[in-house]
């Protein structure tokens, strides 16, 4: 074998051995990555029962109702679509009706979602990015241009 093809058949060999480190990273992290979904999203998509997702929108006017077990129901809509929520467990301080949430869960076979944390906006100005642009997409938007942190 001469220099070139050794030299060759290592850079091949480290090659291959980084593709296959990185297929294994990949397969290992499939199972943490959530992508962010609004109500019209997961209507029109028909996304499966039992896959963890992030829904955003906003806290339906007249939606919260409490039970005595920590357990919230509420209704996230992006004012074309939506989507019942519950969660068991304590809520954010800034949670409130009319204002941005990001809830992270899976669909439940009955099409509700089940939230296992629960993401409040953190000042009068925010609102989550994906929320925002989902509202401006389907014309809902009604804050200012640097109102997205």
Known sequence: MTRKQRRLTLIGSAGAVLAVALALILFA?????????????????????GQRIRLGGLVEEGSVVRADNAEVSFRVTDM??????????????????????????????DGTFVADSVLAKHDENYMPKEVAE????????QGGEGETN
């Open 29 to 49: 992290l499939n199972d943490q990555i959530v992508f962010f979904q609004s109500p019209t999203d997961i209507t029109e998509k028909s996304i499966p029962a």
């Open 80 to 109: 074309a679509n939506v989507v019942a929520v519950t969660y068991k467990g304590i809520l954010p301080d800034l949670f409130r009706e009319g204002q941005g949430v990001v809830t992270e869960g899976i669909i439940g076979p």
């Open 134 to 141: 989902a509202l401006k997409d389907q014309g809902h938007w």
